[in-house]
């Protein structure tokens, strides 16, 4: 079974500021790891996904996130947050193999302070 | 256009009411879902489908069916809608094989009364 935990559900920061968001997983076999974003009144959109290949991921409007598998961790970081960063953050995992289902976590929702 | 596309975006109806949402996708893939989403819980799967012959339950599929009716179209359906069944329902679709990305439409937003 794989599960996805996202610690805090809801994270303020300023603009201009690092924006740390946490989530850990539970997965039996090496794991596939994703970020999605969801701005208001949208659907989700993918940010950045791991598939073992580096565990540095870079992924759209300046976000990344690191695997470290000792730490079953997947945090995403932006070094600078802007006010267009505001919405809606889920992790998700995926264990690989032929049943392609992603597992999601609850959701962490970004707010920006000007 | 957008690639993937839901229909209604948004409806009330009442309890006991059948009802049908659609999903409808032009990037050709062949896997297609349907998600639920509530504040507070994420995304939690209802259906998924891997090709038009192919079906299968979700974690949360009780209440709800589906069709597959051809590879760019698979709708959900709340046979006897109830009010715990308010919420925002995505589609979703992924190329074959892999760990492909998921690309979701916009949502419907379903109010049961």
């Known amino acids: 079974a794989q599960s996805v935990t996202q610690l805090g559900s809801h994270v303020s920061v300023s603009e201009g500021a690092l924006v740390l968001l946490r989530c850990n997983y539970s997965?039996?076999?090496?794991?596939?790891l994703f970020w999605y974003v969801q701005y208001p009144n949208q659907g989700l959109q993918l940010l950045l996904k791991?598939?073992?290949?580096?565990?540095l991921v870079k992924g759209i409007n300046g976000f990344e996130a690191e695997f470290k598998k000792s730490e079953t961790s997947f945090h995403l970081t932006k070094p600078s947050a802007h006010m267009s960063d505001a919405a809606e953050y889920f992790c998700?995992?995926?264990?690989?193999?032929?049943?392609?289902?992603?597992?999601f976590g609850k959701g962490t929702l970004l707010t920006v302070n000007p | 256009d957008a690639d993937v596309t839901q229909t209604p975006r948004n409806r009330i109806t009442k309890t006991g009411k059948r009802i049908m949402l659609e999903c409808s996708q032009t990037k050709g893939h062949d896997r297609m879902y349907w998600y639920r989403q509530d504040p507070g819980l994420g995304l939690r799967l209802i259906y998924y489908s891997f090709d038009v012959k192919d079906i299968n339950k979700g974690e949360i599929s009780d209440g709800y069916s589906v069709s597959r009716q051809a590879q760019a179209k698979f709708s959900l359906s709340l046979e006897s809608a109830i009010p715990n069944q308010t919420a925002l329902y995505f589609c979703?679709?992924?190329?074959?094989?892999?760990?492909?990305?998921?690309?979701f439409g916009p949502g419907t937003r379903l109010t049961v009364l």
């Open positions: 997965s039996s076999v090496p794991p596939y």
């Open positions: 998700a995992v995926h264990s690989g193999g032929s049943n392609y289902k992603l597992t």
């Open positions: 791991y598939t073992s290949a580096a565990t």
């Open positions: 979703a679709t992924s190329a074959t094989g892999g760990v492909d990305t998921q690309y």
